[in-house]
């Protein structure tokens, strides 16, 4: 870009005219002429009245004064608009680069490795295992197996006591010796057999099954009276003065009457109860 202050001042050297000669014939102050050529154009000086002065002032010294204003209004719009520092380029990050894909593919397989042979294989529980469904027809056989394991824990192991037994039969064979206590004693039974039949159908306790379950009756002597898997919506009933000792597989699937009256569940699904009495006052 061209100054119009060199320009002007290398022109009047050239055809050797003095400024002050300028000055008076132009009828413009010696001062502003220096300005001028000084590129120095101040705020102060009115910028259409110092365009007209450039302008003559070219036009004395037989310049181009249309490419003179031209080259001053780009030059005045540099002087007014000073460049800023040119920011430095940022270095962009390539995460995606070849070589950082494959260290961060890396480390990611050693934090995996890492974890499942050091850290998961100590948190693996050892009490349980992954298996598939199992079918429903095993289902009922399971179930029976986890109530006799759970029952196993907690029963302490009777043995049949065989002397009761033993004095029960001699009880007997003494009474047979004795034809008038047998007479007695025979009534007497036959007195008690009928009012306990009349009391059993009084006091009628029946289990009905929501659901296939296990399920075990125990007389007072720990002997297995009943012990069977009842299906779903069947019913089985038993008399109140028999004390049966429940233990059955999954309480909730039970429902319990007395004398036809719904008296509510056993327990609660899948808990596993054992030598339940299940007496008049029962109520759940």
Do not use: C
């Not at 192991?157 to 009880?171: G, M, P, W, Y």
Request: hydrophobic residues 40%; without cysteine.
């Amino acid at each position: 870009m061209k100054f119009i202050g060199d320009n002007l001042k290398k022109s009047r050297l050239r055809k050797k005219i003095n400024i002050s000669q300028i000055s008076k014939d132009l009828n413009i102050s010696h001062k502003l002429l220096k300005a001028i050529e000084a590129d120095d154009f101040s705020e102060e000086i009115d910028k259409v009245y110092l365009l007209g002065h450039i302008r003559s002032y070219a036009k004395y010294l037989s310049l181009n004064e249309e490419e003179i204003i031209q080259d001053y209004k780009i030059q005045i719009s540099y002087d007014n608009k000073p460049l800023d520092k040119l920011p430095k380029p940022m270095e962009t990050l390539n995460l995606f680069s070849v070589s950082k894909s494959l260290s961060l593919f890396s480390i990611l397989i050693l934090g995996v490795s890492f974890y499942y042979f050091f850290i998961r294989s100590v948190n693996i529980q050892q009490d349980y295992a992954i298996t598939p469904d199992i079918p429903e027809n095993m289902q009922m056989n399971l179930e029976k197996i986890e109530m006799e394991i759970e029952l196993a824990r907690n029963r302490i192991a009777n043995s049949l006591i065989s002397s009761q037994t033993a004095t029960l039969e001699s009880i007997e064979l003494s009474i047979i010796d004795d034809d008038k206590f047998v007479n007695s004693t025979t009534s007497a039974v036959a007195s008690l057999s009928d009012t306990n039949n009349i009391n059993e159908l009084k006091n009628i306790v029946t289990l009905k099954f929501l659901n296939p379950t296990w399920i075990q009756l125990r007389n007072s002597e720990d002997q297995i009276i009943f012990s069977k898997l009842m299906y779903q919506n069947t019913e089985y009933s038993y008399s109140l003065l028999d004390d049966l000792y429940l233990t059955a597989g999954n309480a909730g699937n039970i429902i319990v009457s007395i004398d036809g009256e719904t008296r509510g569940k056993v327990g609660k699904i899948g808990e596993v109860i054992e030598s339940l009495i299940i007496d008049s006052k029962f109520d759940n």
